[in-house]
């Protein structure tokens, strides 16, 4: 038990360091107008970086309830073997804890896309300018 968990911290540090690394790599991504498009599509469809995070931890909330349901089912039903599958009283299952996907409202997932819609739209505006000045110094006759 205590090398699992000692395992499971490591795992989760280098998953928070990845996360870290992943944060700096979009601030300096979204000088691309790509790059902002890419994360803005991938945080309203809900698979972005920081909704993946939100899943491991529910994810590892809900291990954790599930062992502590598990060790409480085999307090009470101590005389009950895995192996055995017919057993005069069925296992009773209330209180089974289920991973419940974290979700997130429209409002909340706009305002989080939001800096990357106005970059889009800056990107545009500065190109859009930058086009206009370049064809006002041809002189263009028929």
């Known amino acids: 038990p205590v090398e699992r968990a000692r395992a499971e911290a490591a795992l ?3 998953y928070h360091r ?3 690394q992943m944060r700096k790599a979009q601030a300096l991504m979204r000088l691309s107008p790509l790059a902002s498009y890419d994360h803005a599509t991938a945080a309203l469809a809900g698979t972005d970086v920081e909704r993946f995070m939100a899943l491991l931890t529910e994810a590892q909330r809900s291990d954790g309830e599930l062992r502590s349901w598990q060790a409480r089912k085999a307090q009470e039903y101590p005389d009950r073997e895995m192996a055995r599958m017919n057993l005069p009283v069925p296992l ?3 209180g089974l804890p289920s991973l ?3 979700w997130e409202r429209s409002p909340e997932a706009l305002a989080r896309v939001l ?3 106005a970059l889009l739209v800056f990107f545009n505006l500065v190109l859009l300018t930058a086009t206009l000045l370049a064809f006002q110094r041809y002189d263009i006759r028929l």
């Open 12 to 14: 989760w540090e280098g």
């Open 18 to 20: 990845a996360y870290d």
């Open 92 to 94: 009773d299952l209330s």
């Open 100 to 102: 419940a996907e974290p």
């Open 115 to 117: 800096p990357d819609v």
